[in-house]
């Protein structure tokens, strides 16, 4: 049977209501593109008060926060009409407390009910929200992040979920004016007030006043980059960037009249942009309930999200890819958990990286199986400084790795480099700038305003550009050999883990002005413990496994093979990490990416073992 044969009896993907693609494609002499979408941007909502006033009234007793909570662990749930209440008390309480105009409100919680609730009660008070990574708190042993942050947006509160788990940030910090909010327990030694006080205060004029003050210049969060070039920026996300993005991303799936309001179950972080807006915000807008998953995509944690998966069946679900790989093994394993997981599921989002084809097929496999149609696996790009999506796969699609094309509103110019283009973005869901960085906000954008985002991207058909895109990896990570041969990095670096799965977690690619290119792998250790049988085993241990080693050998072998004659992708030399990557040495990122450069820069030592003239046993070698 031929390919096409064979895709034409593939079962039917179930509908998606997609906007049309309709995109305009300007070539300019000197071999740049821009493209953007001709439909008109919908109108969006004046800021994101509005829809919480809207639902409270419109849809008061439907849920719209909920969290497992109590020792018996049962599902704590916020309506709407509850929500606005609460918000507009604490919106009185940090009224009340007159701070500083526009003084931001910093927020040391992963995402929880209360997190959601002062986020929009400062939003309400024109007080920048603004999240901080919790790992800047807990896992940093130096808070240096941490303190830089503070130091760069001075807030004039700080609300904590809990004061004894993040006692030693908060002593880290020097707190002279600043209001201190605890939710659970205070914190010691530090004066500090009731979340449960604020949210009683008595409601007055002054809340609708202030609601009423909003424009859509007015800075709603101040949220930062994850650090993966240096200290991370404060970007500022104005009312009018993050409604005009929620506007943007439903337009591209309009919700039909019909439909019930969307379920969303999702662990992704708040201080990260991807959480925070992306998600959060339209759920918002729609109308939606949004169930807290306290579980994560690791060992350890991932049985969490799957007893949420067997009680809530989402109707529009998000993960990374090795949050897919978990759900998919278990799925395979449980039929009710498939049946509840695609009961109600209309689309299936992936991000962070590239979906292995793989995993795509099998769940794919799984969704046949449990509803009879296949499910469109989408994904969007963009950043913090983009509100963040500003292009979508708003089609249906089998193929994964894809970004899309431009939203309404945006316009997507396109550098020629080398074989591929440098991506840069203009639009209404761009910022305006760094929050009190005017050096680094003018560095940002090009002579004609678009913001250089950094990524690069190739099309799927140079004579279709309605197929859209494909993400080539990030511009200033790539490298030259001494060969004069250019290594996109991005695209390697996610051949080479999916290549030597289960084994590798992640990796370093590395060969700059080198004679070959080399690899610096973290073992995946949950992975390796069990394809060697040994639970306890450690990182030294399992580096030095015949099995693992097999392992790792074998993948790069194979990606070698399916890169006969592209010195480019072949990899010569290898060796395993086993001391884990580190925070504090910017290795590793807020939202858990690796920082290549920074991380080729602490790995010094194993480089020049690497690329020694006689390697060591540690090195793999290949032929």
């Not at 916020?78 to 604490?90: C, F, I």
């Amino acid at each position: 049977m031929n390919v096409q044969a064979a895709a034409q009896t593939k079962p039917a993907f179930r509908k998606v209501h997609w906007m049309e693609r309709d995109i305009a494609v300007e070539r300019r002499p000197d071999g740049v593109i821009v493209m953007k979408s001709r439909v008109p941007l919908i109108d969006y909502e004046p800021h994101l008060a509005a829809p919480l006033a809207k639902w409270a009234k419109e849809r008061p007793d439907l849920t719209w926060l909920a969290q497992r909570a109590g020792d018996d662990r049962q599902w704590r749930r916020v309506p709407y009409a509850e929500a606005k209440r609460t918000v507009d008390g604490l919106t009185q309480a940090l009224l009340d407390m007159k701070l500083p105009a526009e003084g931001p409100v910093a927020i040391l919680s992963g995402n929880s009910i209360e997190h959601a609730l002062m986020t929009m009660a400062a939003m309400q008070a024109r007080l920048p929200a603004a999240p901080v990574s919790p790992a800047y708190s807990l896992m940093s042993q130096d808070h240096l992040k941490l303190k830089y942050l503070f130091d760069l947006v001075k807030p004039a509160a700080i609300m904590v979920q809990d004061g004894p788990t993040f006692q030693k940030a908060l002593d880290a910090l020097d707190l002279t004016g600043i209001k201190v909010i605890h939710v659970a327990r205070p914190p010691e030694g530090i004066a500090s007030v009731s979340f449960a006080d604020m949210a009683a205060t008595k409601v007055t004029a002054d809340v609708e006043a202030s609601i009423a003050a909003i424009t859509p210049d007015t800075v709603g969060k101040l949220l930062f980059t994850s650090g993966s070039t240096g200290m991370p920026k404060a970007v500022i996300n104005t009312q009018r960037m993050m409604c005009a993005n929620a506007a943007q991303m439903m337009q591209t799936r309009p919700r039909q009249p019909d439909a019930q309001p969307p379920v969303y179950l999702d662990w992704m972080p708040w201080n990260h942009t991807m959480g925070g807006n992306a998600l959060f915000n339209p759920l918002l807008v729609d109308g939606g309930s949004l169930y807290i998953d306290d579980g994560r995509p690791m060992p350890g944690m991932i049985d969490e999200t799957l007893r949420n998966l067997r009680e809530i069946s989402p109707s529009y679900y998000a993960n990374v890819p090795a949050g897919y790989a978990a759900i998919a093994g278990a799925m395979e394993k449980d039929a009710a958990l498939a049946q509840s997981f695609f009961k109600n599921i209309g689309l299936m989002a992936y991000g962070g990286a590239r979906l292995p084809d793989d995993l795509y097929e099998r769940m794919q496999a799984l969704a046949v199986r449990t509803t009879g149609e296949r499910i469109v696996f989408y994904t969007g790009w963009g950043c913090t400084e983009t509100s963040p999506t500003s292009t979508g796969t708003y089609w249906d699609t089998e193929r994964v790795g894809l970004i899309g094309l431009p939203f309404p509103g945006v316009e997507l110019k396109m550098v020629p480099v080398d074989a591929k283009y440098e991506l840069r973005l203009r639009g209404i869901n761009v910022m305006p700038g760094y929050y009190n960085q005017p050096d680094l906000t003018k560095a940002a954008f090009d002579e004609e305003g678009f913001y250089k985002i950094g990524d690069a991207g190739v099309f799927v058909d140079d004579n279709d550009p309605v197929k859209g895109l494909i993400f080539s990896g990030r511009v200033v990570e790539d490298f030259k050999l001494t060969t004069g041969t250019f290594v996109h990095v991005g695209s390697l670096r996610t051949d080479i883990i999916a290549a030597a799965t289960p084994v590798v977690q992640d990796a370093l690619i590395t060969g700059q002005d080198r004679e070959f290119i080399g690899v610096l792998a973290w073992p995946n250790l949950p992975a390796c413990r069990l394809l060697i049988e040994q639970p306890e085993a450690s990182f030294a241990d399992v580096v030095k496994h015949p099995k693992v080693l097999a392992c790792f050998k074998d993948g790069l072998r194979a990606h070698n093979a399916a890169s006969v004659g592209a010195s480019s992708r072949r990899i010569a030399r290898a060796m395993f990490l086993v001391e884990p990557p580190s925070i504090d040495g910017n290795e590793l990122t807020d939202k858990g990416y690796i920082n290549q450069r920074a991380g080729l820069e602490r790995r010094a030592a194993q480089m020049a073992e690497l690329y020694a003239q006689h390697p060591g046993e540690d090195v793999i070698v290949l032929k």
